[in-house]
């Protein structure tokens, strides 16, 4: 049916995926215990923890996306992405802010990159945002990137809040969050240029640009899903506890 249809206008494109903001993973229950301060010392451990197999995940879903790239100038703006988290020369990137909050929350070093807190559930999901990169279209993978949209808000939430919800994480733990703030600004205006040139052609394209988006969507909320199911108590319907393995202990 879709191929028949006009494509929307840019504008009208670009509304859409802002649109999907309302699925971002900000609105799981997880986030917004986490945003009210009512997360335990172990559970934001333990999110801390988990979600370092998605940070180191992130610089090798950009270079798969480089390596499927033909275009050079997609390419040298697209490696800043890399060096934003893996670092470049003498200055440390996203990673190792990553550890310097596991170290802030409690954690050590050793415990972050062991990933031995890691659970299946968000390495499943990582694992397969990897492969989506590296097996899809470049455009598609870069359109999966752009829940970047929506990160600035959840970055400010934590910069704001974590010092009187947490008072004792310590404050250059918050050096990720503060990092992000302008460096996914300036992804998104990438990504975003990229996806609405690209799946402009057809409304039938724009509709899975919207697709893909909601698939990385998806794979960030099952993420958190995994997570408060690693660290918190959950009962079933008829009042059954949910047996979950202690992994901050």
């Known amino acids: 049916m879709s191929a028949n249809i006009q494509p929307w206008s840019r504008v009208e494109f670009e509304n859409k995926f802002r649109e999907k903001g309302r699925g971002y993973h900000i609105y799981h229950p997880f986030n917004v215990l986490m945003y009210e301060g009512k997360l335990k010392r172990e559970q934001l451990q333990s999110w801390v ?6 940070q180191i995940g992130i610089p090798q879903k950009d270079a798969a996306i480089m390596s499927n790239c033909s275009d050079r100038e997609i390419r040298r703006g697209w490696i800043l ?10 200055t440390q990137g996203g990673i190792e802010a990553w550890i310097k909050l596991g170290e802030a929350v409690g954690l050590t070093a050793e415990d972050v990159t ?29 359109c999966s990137s752009l829940t970047e949209m929506f990160a600035p808000h959840i970055h400010q939430q934590r910069i704001s809040s974590w010092p009187e919800m947490y008072p004792w994480v310590k404050e250059e733990g918050l050096i990720y969050f503060k990092k992000r703030l302008t ?18 052609q057809s409304r039938a394209m724009q509709e899975r640009a919207l697709d893909i988006l909601q698939f990385k969507l998806d794979v ?7 997570i408060m199911l690693a660290c918190c108590d959950v009962n079933i319907e008829n009042g059954v506890k949910y047996q979950r393995q202690d992994q901050m202990r």
Do not use: C, M
């Not at 062991?114 to 870069?142: C, H, M, T």
């Not at 460096?183 to 402009?200: H, I, P």
């Open 220 to 226: 960030l909320w099952v993420i958190a899903d995994s």
């Open 81 to 90: 992405r890399i060096t934003d988290h893996d670092g470049v020369d003498n």
């Open 49 to 54: 923890a988990n979600r370092f197999y998605y």
């Open 183 to 200: 460096e996914a600004r300036r992804d998104v205006e990438q990504g975003l240029a990229v996806t609405l040139d690209y799946f402009s």
């Open 114 to 142: 062991s990933l031995k807190y890691v659970s299946p559930g968000v390495k499943f999901a990582v694992d397969a945002y990897i492969n989506f990169a590296r097996q899809r279209p470049w455009q598609e993978a870069v």
